[in-house]
């Protein structure tokens, strides 16, 4: 009978990267830094790994408890992290006291034909090279025997170097230079890997170096299996480089688990920046994280320009562009003293204003019924059809009897049937009367949280129930990048009412996640609304290119519609957003009070000249690309929506003019939203420019931005409403 030989090699080889996220100080990881945790906490560099990711899968499941995770919660083993902030004094990351460099090569490597002693060129070795490792796969090591045995086999070769175009001279561990052949014996029925390191001269050369890899022994023959490729060669340089000011991460792990080099990705929390010592930023899990508020008022930054600022993470771009104006490491080093800094906290107030996120709001569960209470706490509440489920919870309006003073409120109900619930309120008594109730934007689940688990099962739920008494389970419009508010219901332990993240797992299931976790499995229902708000203009990108700083500063300026001009010896930003009113209050058809009138009494030659844009050029559908941290790759985004192209007027007048848009710093898709509309509405109503001529007397009041006043008694009919006195 055939026999197999065992297969007795193992690849050992192992993977160390070293990638610099960017300039320091950051804040660090995501998850850490949500859930509260510090650097030097134990369990941080447990909950990174959630923010770790390795072509796109994460080193650990998001949903994984972070004190203690289960085996079944990682997805790649043996995986060691060291990383740095970015700080000034930060130490080198333990094993990584040299730089690497791997360059693929991946070529078979034969004694005769094209193949034979393949050879590389380096051209700056001396300065950059102590130290190379070649590295080589087997895809297999093997010899087929005549009577069917499978036995192993073995190749020979050699490593090879020239300097500065002299002869090739063999390479050896010890260095010594003599003839050394390597070479790979025994079996193996799939890929092998293979790692040899030399260290270079250390003098009598320039730059160049030729290396080459020869192989000894015989091409193999049909029944061998022993050809090998050399896959890449690394150049190593001992440096102890600390990387100071930038920002680290150490990997290291097997080679197997991996087919070439992964993709990584890093979810992290970026620099910190200087922002008014009046102002808090927003942390934890919440989607308003990174948002700016503040309190009291700002003195500004003082004659120099630096005074009463605080230095923290956050999102706003307003203060990002500060940083990248006045910081003299990577930024353009202008004087702060000369910007001002009162336009950059206006725009900042403006930017961290909380908007809709553009996301439906569910429906709402309302009606109206008749109360009674019989000298008790418990009140009965009739109302045909009323769609509550049992334990939800509802606002309750009374608007006559005894509970109408002072009884309205939230309450937990009891469901009866379809037509009866109950409350129960906190003093005995007798009253009746009519009552109102509203779920508002509410919507219900059963919840379920297994023992020692971070997070939360739920089911979506309609309120009523099925022929065997159970709730009826319903499909919910929630996505991953959903934040619930929440209150649970139920026998303790049981989760804590608050904001959390969402996970979705099917159709009428999700998962709440970072939810503490608790000693026995429990169950209960949840009342859930969506975190519908978001900030005005956030900006969560990376700069990893270079850029004109005219350009870079424009792209920030882009994500919160905002100009900055040269004005009165300093930098000044002006923003387009809503002007002051003549009604004191901003409303939507309000009259706009003009910084300035113009007419012919102060425009040179009484002209203005009017110029309608082109409508062909007008822009009827705008798509956004931004950056989905979910899916972690880009998405786009169009104004009007696909269900809505085909009533559109503006649409159904002109046809589809399409612009296409990059949203630059914007991980949000309300954001991107709110970018799509604002440029098709700018571009169908925006379609008239005037041009005219002033003195100075009258352009000093003016700055780019203003809304002014046009009185031209051509257009209106010689109609005079202006002029000088």
């Not at 063999?170 to 040899?196: A, C, H, K, P, V």
């Not at 270079?546 to 009165?568: G, H, Q």
């Not at 923003?575 to 003549?582: E, F, G, M, S």
Request: hydrophobic share 30%; net charge negative; charged share 20%.
């Amino acid at each position: 009978n055939p026999t197999t030989a065992k297969d007795n090699l193992d690849s050992i080889a192992k993977i160390k990267i070293l990638d610099a996220l960017g300039e320091g100080d950051i804040d660090g990881f995501a998850t850490p830094r949500s859930i509260g945790l510090s650097q030097s906490d134990a369990n941080y560099n447990k909950a990174l790994l959630k923010d770790i990711f390795f072509d796109n899968t994460p080193v650990l499941e998001e949903t994984a408890s972070v004190t203690n995770p289960s085996d079944d919660d990682f997805n790649f083993d043996d995986i060691t992290v060291g990383h740095r902030r970015g700080t000034g004094t930060q130490s080198v990351i333990q094993g990584f006291s040299a730089t690497q460099t791997e360059v693929t090569v991946n070529t078979e490597v034969t004694k005769t034909g094209a193949n034979a002693e393949p050879t590389e060129t380096i051209t700056d070795a001396s300065d950059t090279i102590d130290r190379i490792r070649f590295t080589i796969n087997f895809p297999a090591l093997q010899k087929f025997e005549s009577d069917g045995d499978i036995v192993g086999s073995k190749a020979e070769y050699k490593f090879l170097i020239s300097y500065d175009g002299a002869d090739f001279i063999n390479m050896s561990i010890e260095e010594t230079g003599e003839d050394t052949t390597f070479n790979t014996t025994g079996r193996s029925g799939d890929l092998y890997q293979r790692s040899y390191g030399f260290r270079l001269r250390e003098a009598g050369y320039t730059n160049n170096i030729r290396i080459r890899i020869e192989r000894v022994t015989d091409d193999p023959g049909t029944k061998t299996q022993n050809s090998f490729t050399w896959f890449s060669y690394t150049k190593i340089k001992f440096d102890n480089n600390r990387y100071l000011n930038t920002a680290l991460v150490g990997l290291q792990t097997t080679a197997e688990q991996f087919s070439s080099i992964p993709v990584r990705n890093y979810r992290v929390r970026g620099l910190r920046t200087r922002i008014p010592n009046t102002a808090t930023v927003a942390t934890g899990t919440s989607k308003l994280a990174g948002r700016i508020t503040y309190s009291g008022t700002w003195p500004g930054a003082g004659a120099s320009g630096n005074n009463n600022f605080t230095t923290t993470w956050h999102s706003d771009p307003a203060w990002i562009l500060w940083d990248l104006l006045t910081e003299e490491r990577y930024g353009l080093g202008i004087d702060p003293s000369t910007l001002d800094e009162f336009s950059f906290l206006a725009i900042s107030q403006y930017n961290n204003e909380l908007v809709a996120d553009r996301v439906p709001a569910p429906t709402a569960i309302s009606g109206t019924g008749t109360y009674d209470q019989s000298s008790s706490t418990t009140i009965t509440i009739t109302s045909t059809g009323h769609g509550l489920g049992n334990n939800f919870v509802v606002n309750l309006d009374f608007t006559s009897g005894g509970q109408s003073d002072g009884g309205d409120g939230e309450y937990q109900i009891t469901r009866v049937n379809a037509n009866v619930f109950t409350i129960t309120v906190d003093t005995s008594g007798t009253s009746s009367g009519n009552v109102s109730f509203s779920t508002n934007d509410l919507k219900f689940g059963t919840w379920t949280q297994t023992a020692n688990k971070t997070f939360v099962e739920v089911t979506s739920i309609d309120g009523t129930l099925d022929a065997d008494g159970n709730p009826n389970e319903i499909n919910h419009t929630l996505s991953s990048r959903d934040f619930l508010v929440c209150k649970f219901r139920g026998a303790n332990p049981r989760p804590a009412d608050g904001t959390y993240r969402v996970k979705k797992t099917g159709r009428k299931t999700f998962r709440l996640l970072n939810v503490s976790s608790i000693g026995s499995t429990q169950t209960g229902t949840v009342s859930f609304s969506r975190e519908s708000s978001e900030v005005r203009f956030a900006f969560n990108g990376v700069i990893n290119r270079e850029y004109k700083a005219f350009d870079l500063i424009n792209a920030i300026c882009s994500t919160m519609r905002v100009m900055p001009f040269w004005s009165a010896g300093s930098v000044t930003l002006i923003q387009d957003r809503p002007a002051t009113q003549t009604s004191g209050s901003y409303t939507a058809e309000g009259e706009v009070a003009p910084v300035f009138i113009f007419s012919q009494a102060n425009v040179e030659g009484g002209n203005f000249t009017y110029e309608g844009s082109d409508i062909k050029n007008r822009a009827t559908l705008v798509a956004v690309k931004y950056f989905d941290m979910e899916q972690r790759k880009f998405a786009r985004v169009q104004f009007p929506t696909k269900d809505n192209v085909a009533s559109d007027s503006a649409i159904t007048k002109y046809g589809i003019v399409k612009r296409e848009l990059n949203a630059f710093g914007c991980t949000s898709q309300g954001q991107a939203m709110r970018l799509a509309k604002w440029t098709r509405e700018s571009e169908q109503l925006l379609t008239e420019t005037v041009t005219f001529t002033v003195s100075i007397d009258s352009g000093i009041y003016v700055r780019p931005g203003h809304v002014i006043g046009i009185s031209d008694r051509v257009r209106n009919g010689d109609f005079r409403r202006a002029g000088r006195v």
